[in-house]
């Protein structure tokens, strides 16, 4: 089976020679042969370098495509180690994505809601919002939850709407 040059992998899978021989080093690829000092690989690296890229673009890190490889018993099928990978990184965007709603309803409601006149009114609506969330956060549920929650909207100085 003919042997290829790092730079002909790399033009075939698309990758900077610098990142296969990254992926060397950290071992994600087996170490290449050497000829005359130059590495040669396999044809069977671009399969290896393809579920790599795969990977890379589905969001997994080095780490879990790592674990992907090495982090499971020889016998494992990829179908059940992708399976394993999928859950947790599905777990991982739905948790961003709770995250990136919360960060769209506050700036949404920044949009339509904030009539102050300073920036100050502004933060004190902010700062007692905050603590309402850590608040209700931290409070198991209860009638009393909301009655305390409540209770940190009132408050002397100027109204806010930023809240």
């Known amino acids: 089976m003919a042997q290829l040059t790092i730079s002909q ?10 990142a296969i021989r990254y992926y060397e080093r950290i071992s994600l690829l087996p170490p290449a042969e050497r000829v005359s000092g130059q590495r040669r690989y396999d044809p069977t690296v671009l399969y ?4 790599i890229q795969r990977a890379r673009q589905l969001g997994f890190t080095l780490s ?8 499971f018993r020889d016998i494992t099928r990829p179908s059940e180690r992708w399976r394993t990978l999928s859950q947790r990184k599905l777990a991982e965007l739905d948790h961003l994505m709770d995250g990136i709603k ?4 506050v700036l949404n409601k ?4 904030c ?4 920036l100050d009114q502004c ?14 956060r931290s409070l198991p549920p209860s009638r009393h939850r909301e009655k305390y929650a409540t209770s940190l909207r009132t408050g002397s100085g100027p109204k806010s709407s930023c809240e």
């Open 110 to 113: 920044l949009m339509t809601k």
């Open 9 to 18: 992998v790399a033009r075939q899978i698309r990758l900077r020679p610098s």
């Open 123 to 136: 933060g004190k609506g902010i700062f007692q919002s905050m603590n309402r969330d850590v608040v209700a």
């Open 102 to 105: 919360a960060v769209r309803g």
């Open 115 to 118: 009539r102050c006149d300073t």
């Open 48 to 51: 290896r370098l393809a579920i």
């Open 64 to 71: 879990e495509i790592r674990h992907l490889f090495f982090g």
